[in-house]
């Protein structure tokens, strides 16, 4: 059974940064893609970016420059660095296995001074 935890939300800023962390168990993690997706209150999940088995990435257009997901296949975990973030950055965080499509429970950012 695949299971996926998310870690490294909270409080931040605006202009702040915060490093996402997803581990990820159950599945041989370097055989498929990951993502980040956020949901804001009152919105649909969105994608936020992804990351391929080779290491190749894609971003929404809101949040690239800003924002860096990377993979650590040893480690079983893909990372969200989020730099200068905004209000509008505020969303639960969710990681996503693209295999079976497994998420994990989500982790609260909240950008606000």
């Known amino acids: 059974q695949v299971q996926l935890v998310e870690s490294g939300g909270g409080l931040v800023r605006p202009g702040g940064s915060l490093r996402l962390s997803c581990a990820a168990s159950g599945i041989s993690f370097n055989i498929y893609s990951m993502g980040w997706y956020r949901q804001a209150p009152g919105k649909q999940r969105e994608l936020v970016a992804t990351?391929?088995?080779?290491?190749?990435?894609n971003y929404a257009a809101s949040v690239k420059g800003r924002f860096t997901i990377s993979r650590d296949n040893a480690k079983n975990a893909v990372y969200l660095q989020m730099n200068s973030l905004k209000p509008e950055d505020t969303a639960v965080y969710y990681c996503?296995?693209?295999?079976?499509?497994?998420w994990g429970q989500g982790t609260q950012v909240t950008v606000s001074s």
């Open positions: 996503k296995e693209h295999l079976f499509g497994s």
């Open positions: 990351i391929t088995t080779g290491g190749s990435t």
